[in-house]
C-alpha cells in the first residue's frame, strides 16, 4: 500500500474512532444533564465547558510546539480515558450530582474540540498539497459513519444499558484510537517547522517596538497572509456565536417536550444517527464533485442563508410544535455543515504557510471558538431567563449577516490563491483580496 494511501486510511480510522467516542459522549451528557438538572442549568454547563475547553486548547498548543504531533495525541488520548474511567467510578455512586454530571457535559465538549483540532492539523499536514477536495471529504467521512453505528446502538440500548455501560465502551473506544495511532504520520513539532521553501516563503513580520512599528510596514504579501487569517478567524467567531445559540434553544426546546431521560437519550442519538446517514450520503455521493466543481463559496454562504430562513419563520410563529420542528431542522443543517461546510473550512486553511496555519488552527479550533462560546453562555446564563424565544432568535439572526459577507470574502480570497497543481510551494500564494 502506498504511503498516501495509508496515511488516507489511518487519518480516516482515527476520525471514526475519535468520533465515536464523543457520539457517545455527546448524547450521554445532554440527555443525562438535561434530565437531571433541568434546561435552566444549561448555560452553567456551557461556561464551565468552554472555559475548560480554552485551557486544554491552551496547554494542548503549548504540548504540540514541543513535541512531535503523534506524542501529544496519545497523551490526549491517554488523559481522556483517565477522565472518563474517573466519571465512570464516581457516577455509579451519586447519579444526581450536578458537579459529575456537569463534568460529563464538559469531558464530550473537551473531546470534540480536541478531535478537531487534531483531525483538521493531520489532515492538513498530509494533504495541503492536494488540487482535490476529496481527501478532506473521506477523513471526514469517518465522523458521520461514527455517528450512525454508535446513534443506532444508543437509540437501541438507551433503556437497556445503564449510564456507566456507556462509558465503559466509550473506555474501550479510547484505547483502541491509542493502539492506532502507532500509524500517524509522524510529523516534527510546529518549532521544528518554522520555513518553507525559500522560493515561496512569505515575509512574516517581526515583533517590533511601537516606534519602530509606526515607522515600518508589512509587505504585500505578508499583509495579505494576515488579513486572510483574520477574516477566517472573525468568520468562525460570527459562525460559533449564531450556531451556540441556536443549539441552547434547540436543547431547551428539546427538555420541554421530553422530559424523560430515555426519551431524551434515545431522541438526541436518532437525530444524530439520522442526521450522519444523511452526511454520509452526500460526502459519498456528491461532495467532492460539488467542492471541486463549484469551490468552497456555495456551502460557506448556504448555511448562514439557510439558517436565517429558519429564524424569520421561527419569529413568525411561536407555536411549540413548529418551533421544536423548526429547530430540529435547523440542527439538521448539521448535514450541509458536517458534509461540505466543514470540509470547505478544513480545506481554506491550506493556502496558508505550514507554520501560520497550524498556529490559526489552534486558534481558532483551541480558542476562538471556546471563547465566543463563553461569552454566549455568560450572556445566556444572566440574559435567558429575562429575554423572550423572539429576543434570543433576532440575536443570532443579526450575526448571520456578518457570518456570510465574512464566508462571501473568504470564499473569493480562497480561490484567487488556490494552487493551480501539485507543487505545495505554489499554494503557499495568496493573492490581494
Not at 47 to 55: F, N, Q
Not at 153 to 172: F, H, N, P, R
Not at 361 to 379: D, F, H, N, Q, R
Request: hydrophobic share 50%; proline share 5%.
Amino acid at each position: 500500500m502506498t504511503q498516501p494511501r495509508q496515511t488516507l486510511f489511518t487519518l480516516c480510522g482515527f476520525t471514526f474512532l475519535t468520533s465515536a467516542t464523543y457520539s457517545v459522549a455527546r448524547a450521554l451528557g445532554v440527555s443525562l444533564f438535561i434530565a437531571r438538572m433541568g434546561s435552566g442549568a444549561l448555560p452553567v454547563a456551557l461556561v464551565a465547558s468552554a472555559v475548560t475547553v480554552i485551557a486544554v486548547s491552551a496547554v494542548t498548543h503549548l504540548i504540540n510546539q514541543r513535541f512531535p504531533a503523534r506524542f501529544s495525541v496519545i497523551g490526549s488520548w491517554i488523559g481522556l480515558a483517565s477522565v472518563t474511567a474517573w466519571l465512570t467510578a464516581m457516577i455509579s455512586v451519586e447519579h444526581h450530582s450536578l458537579v459529575l454530571l456537569g463534568a460529563l457535559y464538559v469531558i464530550a465538549e473537551v473531546r470534540g474540540c480536541v478531535n478537531t483540532i487534531y483531525a483538521t492539523t493531520l489532515v492538513n499536514n498530509a494533504f495541503a498539497s492536494s488540487t482535490s477536495k476529496r481527501p478532506f471529504v473521506l477523513v471526514a467521512a469517518g465522523a458521520p459513519i461514527a455517528g450512525i453505528a454508535m446513534g443506532a446502538a444508543m437509540g437501541y440500548g438507551a433503556s437497556v444499558l445503564e449510564d456507566t455501560t456507556w462509558l465503559k465502551i466509550i473506555i474501550g473506544l479510547d484505547a483502541a484510537t491509542i493502539v492506532l495511532l502507532r500509524w500517524i504520520p509522524h510529523v516534527p513539532a510546529l518549532k521544528e517547522r518554522s520555513t518553507v521553501a525559500p522560493h515561496s516563503r512569505l515575509e512574516r513580520p517581526q515583533r517590533l517596538s511601537p516606534p519602530n512599528t509606526r515607522s515600518m510596514k508589512r509587505s504585500p504579501a505578508s499583509q495579505s497572509v494576515y488579513r486572510y487569517r483574520y477574516g477566517l478567524v472573525s468568520l468562525i467567531a460570527f459562525n460559533v456565536f449564531a450556531v451556540t445559540m441556536v443549539d441552547y434553544q434547540w436543547k431547551v426546546i428539546a427538555g420541554e417536550h421530553l422530559l424523560l431521560e430515555d426519551k431524551l437519550l434515545t431522541y438526541f442519538a436518532g437525530f444524530y444517527a439520522i442526521n450522519d446517514i444523511l452526511i454520509v450520503l452526500v460526502q459519498f455521493t456528491v461532495a467532492t464533485k460539488l467542492l471541486d466543481r463549484y469551490g468552497i463559496g456555495m456551502p460557506l454562504c448556504a448555511y448562514p442563508l439557510l439558517l436565517s430562513v429558519l429564524g424569520l419563520i421561527a419569529l413568525i410563529n411561536q407555536s411549540p410544535t413548529v418551533l421544536i420542528l423548526l429547530f430540529t431542522l435547523g440542527q439538521g443543517l448539521t448535514v450541509l455543515k458536517r458534509s461540505l461546510y466543514e470540509p470547505s473550512m478544513t480545506s481554506a486553511y491550506a493556502i496558508l504557510p505550514p507554520n501560520i496555519r497550524n498556529e490559526t488552527i489552534l486558534l481558532i479550533k483551541g480558542v476562538v471558538k471556546p471563547s465566543i462560546e463563553a461569552l454566549v453562555a455568560v450572556g445566556l446564563l444572566f440574559l435567558a431567563s429575562r429575554m423572550t424565544p423572539n429576543q434570543i432568535t433576532s440575536t443570532w439572526l443579526a450575526a448571520l449577516i456578518p457570518w456570510f459577507l465574512l464566508s462571501s470574502w473568504v470564499s473569493n480570497t480562497y480561490e484567487k490563491g488556490a494552487p493551480a497543481d501539485n507543487d505545495a510551494s505554489d499554494q503557499l500564494k495568496l493573492s490581494e483580496p
